[in-house]
């Protein structure tokens, strides 16, 4: 049996390794009526099926670039290359199996890749970030890329990550942390202009947690209806009469230093002070035109215990 090529000029040989000191170029030309059909070189399978000794199938094409080693020269270290380099109207198109070939689609997307998978992802990728993404004039930043794991790494002079979906725009979850984190100026922002811009459920824990070490945990503002509206559930009506009450409050004594009430409160601030009895009274900022602020304590009737469990 004959071997394959082994330098330069030689000619390929099927079934065979050959081997070459320059590289092999395939060019199409037009012919007399017009290039035939849509591609240059097709490699396949008969029918899709081949038979083999083990359990796993046959790619159509493998293609490995160059490591990284040191030439021991003046060139030095020569980078690793790539595996597959494309470019054209899609850099790179893949489908599996199951998805049908949509040229419309492939012609309106004009992506680096443009991956169809069907019932099943469309690109897939794994490492220490599994996807990594810039937008055009992004300069890259390799520290970013490897401070910790990720699935997807966005970075943009506008969006880092954009999700627009019916059902969800963006969905992050987790069994041992957070789903979803936002670090900026501001930590996460919702917007609607009909609906909810951020909407808390939880099952087992608080639906909403904010908690800051230098300002106010949560700011709540609107100019056109109460900032805050606690929906109260349907509930049987006391059974006790209804009687007069003249709540006691605590008197705060001005420039007492055990006021845990912040001199530069804002007007409307609302705050719950424990001392340490275990006693928690609620505080209402009512003056910042002048320095210190002036608080008044919210006075509330009797405390009797409560008798609700937790289902």
């Given at each position: 049996m004959g071997s394959g090529a082994t330098s330069a000029g030689d000619d390929l040989t099927a079934g065979r390794?050959?081997?070459?000191e320059e590289r092999t170029i395939v060019v199409a030309t037009t012919a007399?009526?017009?290039?035939?059909?849509?591609?240059?070189?097709?490699?396949?399978?008969?029918?899709?099926?081949?038979?083999?000794?083990?359990?796993?199938?046959?790619d159509g094409i493998h293609a490995t670039g160059s490591v990284e080693f040191d030439t021991g020269g003046a060139v030095g270290v020569l980078p690793a290359g790539n595996g597959l380099v494309g470019t054209g109207l899609n850099g790179v198109v893949g489908y599996v199996h199951a998805a049908l070939r949509d040229k419309q689609e492939e012609q309106t997307r004009q992506a680096g890749v443009f991956g169809s998978g069907g019932a099943s992802a469309g690109v897939f990728g794994r490492g220490a970030a599994g996807v990594v993404?810039?937008?055009?004039?992004?300069?890259?930043?390799?520290?970013?890329?490897?401070?910790?794991?990720?699935?997807?790494?966005?970075?943009s002079d506008d969006i880092g990550v954009r999700g627009k979906g019916d059902s969800g725009g963006v969905q992050g979850r987790s069994e041992l942390s957070f789903g979803v984190e936002g670090v900026g100026a501001t930590g996460v922002l919702g917007r609607s202009t009909d609906g909810v811009g951020v909407?808390?459920?939880?099952?087992?824990?608080?639906?909403?947690?904010?908690?800051?070490?230098?300002?106010?945990?949560?700011?709540?503002?609107?100019?056109?209806?109460?900032q805050l509206w606690l929906?109260?559930?349907?509930?049987?009506?006391?059974?006790?009469?209804?009687?007069?009450?003249?709540?006691?409050?605590?008197?705060?004594?001005?420039?007492?230093?055990t006021n845990p009430l912040r001199k530069n409160g804002r007007a409307g601030?609302?705050?719950?002070?424990?001392?340490?009895?275990?006693?928690?009274?609620?505080?209402?900022?009512?003056?910042?035109?002048?320095?210190?602020?002036?608080?008044?304590?919210?006075?509330?009737?009797?405390?009797?215990?409560?008798?609700?469990?937790?289902?």
């Open positions: 390794t050959n081997s070459s007399e009526n017009g290039y035939a059909d849509d591609f240059v070189v097709y490699v396949g399978t008969k029918d899709g099926k081949v038979l083999r000794t083990v359990a796993d199938g046959v993404g810039y937008s055009g004039p992004t300069p890259r930043d390799t520290a970013w890329e490897a401070d910790g794991h990720a699935g997807v790494r966005g970075r909407y808390a459920s939880c099952t087992s824990g608080p639906g909403f947690q904010a908690t800051s070490g230098t300002d106010n945990a949560a700011v709540f503002e609107a100019p056109k209806r109460a929906v109260p559930p349907e509930v049987a009506p006391p059974s006790g009469p209804e009687v007069a009450i003249t709540p006691k409050g605590f008197h705060q004594i001005d420039g007492e230093s601030e609302l705050a719950a002070i424990k001392d340490a009895r275990g006693r928690t009274t609620l505080w209402f900022c009512v003056d910042d035109a002048v320095s210190p602020s002036r608080w008044a304590q919210v006075l509330l009737g009797p405390a009797f215990s409560g008798a609700a469990d937790d289902s």
